[in-house]
């Protein structure tokens, strides 16, 4: 997006030996633009929205799928793939995303995303998180489109990967963030997930989506990005055909290979 620049020319003092000053001209700063689109997600989730960090590691909505899994809490549920690339291009995996709205307890009707599995082969073979046992929460919850500081979501018992009882908390809300020179995202909420072997938070905001990474205690801010808010799918749990994938819930070991995945982001 463009700056706004105002070109300004000296005046000179006319006469001669007057004594007289020659105005002074002071150039106004360009005025700052906001880059939160109209979207009122805090993760917008459609085909082709990109977001590129600092590094020039990238993530790509990769688009829907839906998946047969045996009755699991995903089954015949929209879900998308964002691919993770490091600065060469590379995929190091896929993190799958899921919408709904929040079933009971205090965040009971909150519209949310869930981070409902991995992929570690390009897509052909889906690793399932943990989930309730009444298939209503389909992942782990990652951000609450009306967030608060303190929400905090996470599992005692469930099905799927048993490896991942994972908690998520939200740490703050309403952050402003500099992309570039006088561009500023505004309401982004701070989200750290926490597992057993690691933890690693992601910034949200309002219709930007991604707006930083923190893995292995290193802050990584986006440096642009591109999200079409016009299409960004509803909260509400969508259905859709099913494509034919492997489906299996993820291992401690794959799991524990999360924070190397998200580190290629810089690297």
Known sequence: MGAAFA??????????????????????????????????????????????????????????ISLSCNGCAIQGIKTEGIGLYSPAGVQSGIFYYSKGSYPSGTY??????YFTGLSQDGGNTVLTLEYSLDGKVPGVVVIDDAPTAGESFGFAAGAGSSAYPATSNITSVGGTQTLGANTTINNVAQEVLTQSTSSFGFGFARGVGFANLTISGTLLNISSFSVNAATAFDVKRQTMAV???????????????????LDQLAH
């Open 108 to 113: 009971a009707g909150h519209a949310v995303t």
């Open 7 to 64: 070109l300004f020319v000296p005046l000179t003092a006319c006469g001669g030996g007057g004594g007289g000053s020659s105005p002074v001209s002071t150039p106004t700063a360009p005025p700052n633009t906001v880059a939160n689109t109209s979207a009122t997600q805090y993760l917008p989730l459609t085909a082709g929205n990109t977001w590129t960090y600092t590094s020039g590691g990238t993530m790509r909505d990769l688009g829907s």
């Open 243 to 261: 494509q034919p994938r492997t489906v299996r819930p993820a291992t401690a070991a794959e799991l524990a290979a999360i924070p190397a995945m």
